[in-house]
């Protein structure tokens, strides 16, 4: 497993490809969801990926990245094993950013006209679903290994990018 963030420069790197990553496909999850994808110009798409990424790396780093670093770590487990570690810290920031940013999503879709014939708490939790089920295995087992290996090989190692000759 490549080394994980050390400093705080290196969080926020980290934290900004793991928000890239996430928020490029969940946003397009969404909005092919909702219907919007061929309805919304490439300005108005590039519009909502810039907002949904500032917001969802506010939150990421201001709310769930500290709350989920807390409920992770406190868990009884062998804190020497890597893999438990980012294995339970990856399973509370998915948890908390799918809870926290599915509330913009329904903000974005009520702006954009998509009303909902169900209750907002239906609504809520059905989102909270939907992108639970696609969050969680992306993470774990596409974006997270792929951030972790870039990170460790061209932010950690960066002495090991240019091969010797």
């Known amino acids: 497993m490549r080394e994980l963030p050390t400093t705080k420069k290196e969080h926020i790197i980290f934290g900004l490809m793991m928000c890239m990553g996430m928020v490029v496909v969940m946003m397009f999850f969404n909005l092919w969801h909702s219907g919007l994808l061929g309805k919304m110009s490439s300005l108005e ?62 903000i974005s879709a009520s702006l954009a006209h998509q009303p909902s014939s169900a209750s907002v708490w239906s609504t809520y939790l059905h989102t909270i679903a939907r992108n639970f089920s696609l969050a969680l295995p992306y993470q774990l087992i596409i974006l997270g290994p792929l951030v972790r290996y870039v990170f460790g090989r061209f932010i950690k190692g960066k002495g090991s990018v240019v091969p010797s000759t």
Request: aromatic share 16%; glycine share 6%.
């Open 45 to 106: 798409i590039l519009f909502q990926f810039v907002l949904c990424f500032i917001i969802a790396f506010l939150v990421e780093s201001f709310i769930v990245g500290p709350v989920a670093r807390k409920i992770a770590f406190s868990l009884p487990f062998d804190k020497s094993n890597k893999i438990l570690g980012v294995l339970a810290m990856s399973f509370f920031m998915v948890m908390g950013m799918v809870l926290m940013m599915s509330i913009y999503g329904m």
